[in-house]
């Protein structure tokens, strides 16, 4: 095991099998080993800092059906809300004043805010905080939107592929195709975006081969920034009785893809830390960079229920803020509110 998570380390690469030996085999002992070296590469690339973004979800609807998501559009208990441009302006000034330099605007794919909406928010908030980065998380659109967006001036783009095998992908995803994910993805990247993939862990019916899978995928892809968090059950999906995926199984992937994309910026997710009290310092440890406190306002916070139990939905933005800043700093790391991206971009 040593041998093989050296050769992660040096290499920052290692060929499916090995990978997929990795993931059968992993035990604490081997677990610890390769969390430490991962906690090595993150220094090297970006020492112990941690960066800041505030997360703003704006709407809950959405059209499409995703089985695992508390928001998907067939969920008739979902208590839908939209955020108005002045209310999203409104956290958006809380968040500055609290430090942030990022702003993240994720949402259901919600067919109301149309471009134009978008492009006008976008423009007032760039016009208002023009030292912040902007990153969008609103689903799959078309390559002229998205370059619209961007000329707008968002600056990320969150769009997980959720999982890269084709056969669970499509089980997971009524109407939806892998490929247009990835095209979108790709799409992202061309127009110069920093963008972000990731993966959900513990999906009923995952293994080890799909992770594989996925990790194959990010290395080839390259992107800037990868979500990663554990799948969590929902009450009103047909996943209820199944379980969450691991702190264990989350963490290792964490590692591995911090060695496999040394530069990446790696958010140690609000999921990791709703199954496990100290997930998201766990997170952290294993190369983890990046926390998303949220900013939306606390009226809509229990709204936006992507999976049960989700941690810090009554918290003002302040407290969250302070909270947060204790927890990382308790763990060893130092904040860095700075828009922090990533060290191998810049806006073309
Ligand atoms: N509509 C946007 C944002 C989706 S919500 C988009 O399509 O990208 C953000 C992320 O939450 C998703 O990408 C998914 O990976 C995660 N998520 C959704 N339901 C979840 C669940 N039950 N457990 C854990 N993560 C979940």
């Not at 040593?2 to 990795?22: A, G, M």
């Amino acid at each position: 095991m040593k041998e093989i998570i050296d050769e992660l380390y040096e290499k920052n690469d290692l060929d499916e099998h090995r990978l997929l030996y990795l993931l059968n085999n992993i035990d604490e002992k081997s677990r610890e080993y390769l969390t430490s070296k991962a906690h090595e590469k993150r220094l090297k690339h970006y020492g112990n800092k941690v960066y800041l973004r505030g997360i703003i979800e704006f709407t809950n609807y959405c059209k499409n059906n995703c089985l695992y998501c508390g928001i998907r559009g067939e969920n008739k208990n979902a208590e839908r809300y939209r955020l108005s441009l002045e209310d999203i302006l409104d956290c958006c000034n809380s968040g500055y004043r609290l430090g942030y330099r990022t702003f993240v605007l994720q949402g259901g794919e919600d067919p109301y805010y149309t471009d134009d909406k978008l492009v006008e928010l976008l423009k007032a908030i760039k016009t208002n905080f023009p030292d912040c980065a902007i990153t969008l998380s609103i689903g799959e659109k078309s390559y002229d939107s998205y370059k619209k967006y961007y000329e707008a001036g968002a600056d990320r783009y969150l769009l997980r592929h959720e999982t890269a095998s084709k056969k669970l992908y499509q089980r997971l995803h009524p109407n939806m195709e892998l490929e247009n994910r990835v095209q979108c993805l790709r799409n992202l990247k061309e127009i110069g975006y920093q963008v972000g993939a990731g993966f959900m862990v513990g999906i009923p019916g995952q293994t080890n081969e799909d992770f594989v899978e996925d990790l194959v995928f990010l290395k080839e892809l390259q992107p800037h920034m990868v979500g990663l968090g554990p799948f969590i059950p929902h009450k009103d999906t047909i996943f209820k009785d199944e379980k969450s995926g691991t702190v264990e199984t989350t963490v290792t992937l964490l590692a591995i893809v911090r060695m496999l994309l040394p530069d990446v910026l790696l958010p140690s997710t609000t999921a990791l830390g709703t199954i496990s009290p100290m997930g998201r310092e766990k997170g952290l440890k294993a190369g983890g960079n990046v926390v998303m406190p949220n900013l939306s306002p606390t009226t809509v916070r229990e709204k936006y229920m992507l999976y049960d139990n989700k941690i810090c939905t009554g918290d003002e933005a302040a407290e969250c803020r302070k909270c947060i800043e204790n927890r990382i700093v308790s763990a060893g790391f130092s904040l860095d509110l700075s828009r922090g991206d990533n060290n191998l971009w810049s806006r073309k």
